[in-house]
């Protein structure tokens, strides 16, 4: 989707996806890989320190994000916190000196400290100059969702005045293919859509993996809000299957009734699906939509288009939804049409779930919103 906001909105609107196809060994697998451009910016920041190149990419992406988000912002470092966290952290990095301990080799004493969950949050507070509390967490695929339920809490307790909070995820690696694969989710088309998400009819699971990374700042100060956030939702439902929620997910219905009582709403304009493209994973989260909503309201997804980031796809739903509050417009799924004819969007929920039903739902409201 790129990292400059310009082009990441023009991608929004062009209808095609983001994938290419991806080759481990005699397996070939869609995928969507960081543009050229974002790629540079990786490279060029590895060659910035001799540390910076000994980290994983899934931090990499999150000191760049990150570096975008406070460019523009003024920040008292001892007051201003950071919760990133990822679902399966540094993932290419510890395959990399896992192999390399398999085959006998000396391992680097950097392998521990560089392969910990805590690199992403600890890199990024010592890159731009943060002294508060940094956190790192995985609560799988709901985690950048997480970050912002924390950063709530911290806010609203004066602890703070500043919140940094997102998701980053480098997961395209041949061993994270092949469990996806295990699980029976994977797509097996290399068409241009392989990612059927939110398609309800479709015969086989179509996750797709992508990486990136998506961070915001959050804070109690309407200066520079981009959004309000006027409704926070979280739950978690018993487990009966390890990857699965029940049929009418029950932890979304729970989630999204909490956002909705807290902004004191009972619709919003549009709902960004957490819809990963799995066959009982996206019509689940719908029936949840059915029995929540009296009217159903506008339904899309992001995951058809850069595919499922793992723990920043929380976050990157988030910036789908605050682009679509910024153009006032709706930026429909290609699987999922809707016959009413979309209005001015100033209000959007955006739903995240994980393995565990750990399920949390945000509603953001345009600035200057009266009601």
């Not at 390399?100 to 080799?105: A, D, H, S, T, V």
Request: charge should be negative; charged fraction near 15%; include cysteine.
């Amino acid at each position: 989707m790129g990292h400059e906001p310009e082009v990441i909105l023009d991608n929004y609107k062009n209808g095609s996806a983001c994938f290419s196809e991806l080759s481990f060994g005699n397996t070939s697998v869609a995928g969507a890989r960081l543009p050229e451009s974002s790629a540079v910016e990786l490279r060029k920041l590895s060659q910035e320190h001799s540390k910076y190149n000994d980290l994983d990419a899934s931090v990499q992406m999150a000191m760049l994000a990150a570096r975008q988000v406070m460019s523009s912002l003024e920040f008292t470092p001892k007051s201003t916190g950071i919760n990133i966290g990822s679902s399966r952290g540094a993932t290419a990095l510890f395959e990399k000196y896992h192999k390399e301990f398999l085959e006998g080799k000396a391992l680097s004493p950097l392998t521990s400290p560089t392969t910990t969950l805590g690199n992403i949050s600890s890199w990024v507070a010592q890159d731009i100059g943060v002294e508060g509390p940094n956190i790192s967490h995985s609560i799988t695929c709901s985690t950048a969702l997480h970050a912002m339920l924390n950063a709530k809490a911290w806010l609203e307790a004066g602890m703070c005045d500043l919140f940094l909070v997102g998701g980053s995820e480098a997961p395209l690696t041949a061993f994270t293919v092949a469990q996806m694969q295990a699980l029976k989710l994977y797509s097996k088309e290399t068409t241009p859509f392989p990612c059927e998400s939110l398609k309800l009819d479709k015969d086989f699971n179509s996750l797709v993996l992508g990486e990136g990374a998506a961070i915001v700042a959050m804070s109690t100060s309407p200066k520079n809000a981009l959004a309000k956030i006027s409704g926070f939702g979280y739950a978690t439902e018993p487990i009966t299957h390890n990857i699965s929620i029940s049929s009418d997910a029950q932890c979304f219905q729970k989630s999204m009734t909490m956002a909705l009582s807290e902004a004191q709403l009972s619709t919003v304009d549009a709902v960004v699906l957490h819809a990963p493209g799995t066959k009982k994973g996206d019509q689940a989260e719908v029936n949840a939509i059915l029995k929540t909503f009296e009217t159903p309201p506008l339904l899309t997804t992001n995951k058809w288009k850069l595919g499922h980031t793992f723990g920043a796809s929380g976050m990157l739903n988030i910036e789908m939804a605050l682009l679509m509050l910024k153009t006032g417009e709706f930026f429909e799924n290609p699987f999922y049409k809707h016959n009413q004819s979309p209005q001015p969007i100033t209000s959007v929920l955006v739903n995240a779930v994980g393995f565990g039903g750990n399920a949390v739902s945000i509603l953001l409201e345009k600035n200057n919103v009266t009601r």
